[in-house]
């Protein structure tokens, strides 16, 4: 009966992929004509968008043209040329004058014809197929103006053998008409904008002849055969070449309003366009705009594929699904089977578990005891540098209250000699002296005080000149000490940046005294403190003349507890204190060596450029 289950399990995913691939040929085949039938749509909307294009830049070439007989016609030497023909002067003018007319407008041919047709006048006097001389009264152009109206035409021209469109106004003598102007321009930039085009463009005109296309070879064909009468009315007018006029074996089939799927037949076999047809009334023209259906073909093929896939996908999904049922069927089979040999083993996994956790306890136990001695450590270490920092801080501050102390002493014995002689305005003198010397030990004692202080500040925008000011006056006996060239550039006026004064100024503090600890036994120790700012940041250099850091300083001096130093002289911590303070406040902290020797460090900090100007916040240019 498990056997049977199975197989019956197995092979269901087959028999559901198998269902869902003859559901794929059932849509496939319903579903690819109203695919087809959209894209179709689609392309013959774009041809309907080019077609629009197509007949405004034929209109507009037509109103371009269309008055410029009539304000030609306008000029006086024209009456004048037709009334004397033979005068050579006047000829040779108006010869000109069109030659010239016909290059600022772009016109194939502008010419003038006597009443009989002759041409007396031309802008192609000069060519090899010149129209002077020759006779264009069978023309429809030139009957229409003769009756005073406007002509428009459309041919082959008979001497120039090229493609036009002629337009033609009457010139007028005192109300009578005495000649005729043509204006003649070619269609040939038209094709060739359409032949860049991945579209097929014809215009033919009342009797179906395409006489323009941006096929070739379809010039002078017809889209249905030609009556006698249509014949003869193009032989009489010499429009078109009567040889050439062959119709094009055309199939058409409407899809909607002016739009239509037409094949035609041709050397290299039969082609389907989706067409848009437009009629332009002025010139009695049908344009019309061929989409090749190829591309709606490869659309809809494109669109089918992606549904069989889909439903590939999802045949293959479910049948992963059924096999994965059967998996799992079968995996619960295999469990139930196994269950007992499990439940066997269990007894002696149990102890062996006991066991491990057991020694897993004691091990956690130890790491506990490990982890409290690491701490208590690194506190007893932490301790030590801060009684190392407080015993250098205590011999500076013995330092620089002593001399005070010692000079107060000395004013005040003066000061008491000085009462017993009477002499009071001595003994003043050394009275503010006492209290010049009460102010100065106030001052350091306020100065160690703050940078004592556990700061609580949150970053806010601080002047940076006050900071660097209190760092050296908190150094300053530490300076002279050791005879140190001090060197002083900027800050810039109004600098404010974003930080803390206090933790600023500790940061100040440790990179100085970092330099004048490198400097020690230099004969000449010089220390340079710079302030610059790029208009976002600002940038504090501290450089000293001592021998420079080696590879393993530069890679491990912000790391905590690393320290060159000799052992009882630091803990290393100064500077991994400063890097987290600079990184709190969005800024860096590194170091480097100076090209000319010694090194470099340098803290970088944002910089605030809306505070109001304050005199506080500058720092003076000498300490």
């Known amino acids: 009966m498990t056997r049977r ?33 959209f894209f179709q749509s689609q392309a013959g909307q774009r041809g309907k968008d080019i077609l629009r294009l197509t007949v405004e830049g034929i209109n507009g070439a037509l109103r371009r043209y269309e008055p410029l007989p009539g304000l030609i016609a306008e000029r006086p030497e024209l009456v004048d040329l037709l009334k004397n023909p033979e005068d050579p002067d006047l000829v040779e003018r108006v010869n000109e004058n ?36 020759r006779s264009f009264g069978y023309r429809p152009y030139f009957t229409q103006a003769l009756e005073g109206g406007l002509g428009r035409y459309f041919a082959l021209g008979t001497t120039s053998n090229e493609r036009g469109y002629f337009f033609a106004a009457p010139v007028e003598d005192q109300m009578r008409v005495v000649g005729v102007v043509a204006v003649k321009f070619t269609v040939d930039q038209f094709e060739q904008a359409w032949r860049e085009a991945d579209t097929t463009v014809l215009v033919s005109d009342l ?40 119709p094009l074996e055309i199939e058409r089939q409407d899809l909607d309003d002016r739009v239509g799927l037409v094949t035609l037949g041709g050397p290299a076999g039969r082609s389907t366009y989706i067409a848009s047809e437009d009629y ?30 889909v439903i590939g996908l999802g045949a293959f999904a479910f049948a992963f699904y059924l096999q994965r049922r059967a998996r799992l069927l079968e995996r619960i089979e295999a469990q139930q089977s196994a269950q007992e040999l499990l439940e066997n083993r269990v007894a002696q996994r149990t102890a062996d578990l006991n066991e491990a956790n057991t020694q897993l306890r004691l091990e956690v136990q130890e790491r506990r005891t490990a982890e409290e001695q690491l701490r208590r450590t690194q506190a007893d270490l932490v301790q030590a540098g801060k009684l190392a920092a407080l015993g250098q801080m205590s011999a500076a501050l013995s330092h620089e209250f002593n001399q005070p102390l010692a000079a107060v002493k000395s004013y005040a014995d003066n000061s008491l000699r000085l009462l017993d002689l009477e002499r009071t305005a001595e003994a003043r003198e050394n009275i503010l002296r006492i209290s010049q010397m009460a102010d100065r030990m106030a001052s350091i004692s306020k100065h160690l005080r703050n940078f004592a202080r556990r700061p609580q500040e949150r970053a806010r925008p601080v002047a940076l000149g006050p900071i660097v000011s ?68 600002c940038r504090i250099c501290v ?6 850091l080696d590879e393993t300083a530069l890679e491990n001096m912000f790391d905590p507890f690393f320290t060159t130093k000799e052992p009882g002289k630091g803990l290393g911590l100064g500077l991994s204190i400063s890097f987290n303070i600079v990184k709190d406040f969005g800024g860096r902290l590194w170091a480097e060596n100076h090209p000319e020797g010694g090194a470099v460090l340098q803290v970088e900090v944002p910089q605030i450029t809306n505070i109001a100007n304050n005199p506080a916040m500058t720092i003076e240019a000498a300490q």
């Not at 010039?219 to 003869?232: G, I, Y």
């Not at 010139?283 to 896939?309: C, D, E, M, S």
């Not at 550039?489 to 004048?516: D, T, Y």
């Not at 450089?543 to 420079?548: E, F, S, V």
């Open 207 to 246: 009797n179906d002849v395409i006489f323009m296309a941006s096929n070739p070879d379809w010039h002078f064909r017809t889209l249905r055969p030609l009556s006698r009468h249509d014949l003869a009315e193009i032989e009489v007018h010499r429009q078109y070449p009567l040889d050439r006029l062959k």
């Open 5 to 37: 289950s199975t197989a019956a399990h197995a092979s269901a995913p087959t028999r559901v992929f198998l269902g869902f691939v003859i559901l794929a040929v059932i849509v496939s085949l319903a579903a690819f004509p109203q695919f087809e039938s």
């Open 280 to 309: 332009i009334a002025d010139a009695g023209w049908n344009v019309t705009v061929l989409v090749p259906t190829a591309r709606a073909f490869n659309q809809a093929v494109a669109a089918l594929a992606i549904l069989i896939l």
């Open 543 to 548: 450089r000293d003349n001592g021998p420079g």
């Open 470 to 537: 209190d760092a050296l006056a908190i150094l300053d006996s530490r300076l002279k000490a050791a005879n140190v060239d001090l060197v002083l550039k900027g800050p810039v006026p109004q600098v404010s940046v974003m930080g803390g004064h206090i933790r600023l100024q500790q940061v100040i503090v440790n990179l100085l005294n970092n330099a004048l600890d490198s400097m020690e036994g230099s004969l000449q120790p010089r220390l340079e403190i710079s302030i610059c700012d790029d208009g976002s940041n």
């Open 98 to 133: 069109f030659r010239q007319t016909a290059f600022r407008l772009h016109a194939s041919d502008v010419y003038l014809m006597e009443i009989s047709g002759l041409t007396i006048a031309a802008s192609s006097y000069k060519k090899e197929k010149s129209f002077v001389g």
